[in-house]
């Protein structure tokens, strides 16, 4: 009987130290399990982190970058008022020119032109009045001295415009009016213009 005791003894002993190495290795594999676990989610937590910050810096720059956008297009609408002030009041000083100053301008503009010299003058409504036969029979007279026709004459027709004149001839118009002239002019010295306001 002592043997089978001690045979179950040793049974009971080694099924034991059997069971106390599962449950060791149980508790390393577990320990391995849940730090492996633990590992991935704090690198996902880092990388949930990173993420976010990358967002946030990304969110952040868009936010200064249209701000500064914004600034940008408001000065340069700002800018673009100024420059429009600047030619209309150009306009302005053409439109309100003396007599005098109207007469010499259409003068020195005609012999200045590529012309023949028996073209038709076309004024707005008000500013024909201010074109007398002295007027033209000067101008005609420095015509001819530049070897053109000298028969320009006030046109019976009127024209819509702020001021300057037009001259016309065979279906062909030469535009002189304040507008088209400033609108022309615009186009060349609009950069320097905005170098003298804004430099």
């Known amino acids: 009987m002592s043997n089978l005791n001690n045979l179950v003894t040793k049974i009971l002993d080694d099924a034991k130290h059997s069971a106390d190495a599962i449950i060791t290795d149980a ?13 991935e989610a704090n690198i996902e937590q880092k990388n949930i982190v990173e993420k976010a910050k990358i967002e946030s810096q990304s969110k952040k ?43 010499d301008f259409i003068k020195n503009s005609i012999l200045a032109l590529p012309i023949d010299g028996d073209e038709e003058l076309i004024v707005k409504d008000e500013d024909k009045s201010k074109i007398d036969t002295e007027f033209l029979n000067d101008l005609n007279e420095q015509l001819k001295k530049n070897n053109k ?16 004149f037009i001259l016309y001839k065979n279906g062909i118009e030469i535009n002189n009016s304040f ?14 213009v905005v170098k003298i306001l804004f430099n």
Do not use: C, H, M, P
Request: charged share 40%; net charge positive.
């Open 149 to 164: 026709k000298g028969e320009i004459k006030l046109s019976d027709e009127v024209r819509n415009i702020k001021g300057g």
């Open 27 to 39: 508790k390393a594999k577990e320990k391995e399990i849940v730090d492996k676990k633990v590992n």
């Open 61 to 103: 720059e868009r936010i200064v970058s249209n701000a500064q956008l914004q600034v940008r297009n408001k000065k340069l609408d700002s800018k673009q008022q100024v420059i429009d002030k600047v030619f209309e009041k150009s306009l302005i000083e053409l439109i309100n020119l003396s007599k005098e100053q109207y007469l």
């Open 179 to 192: 507008e088209s002239l400033v609108t022309a002019l615009r186009d060349e010295l609009e950069y320097d």
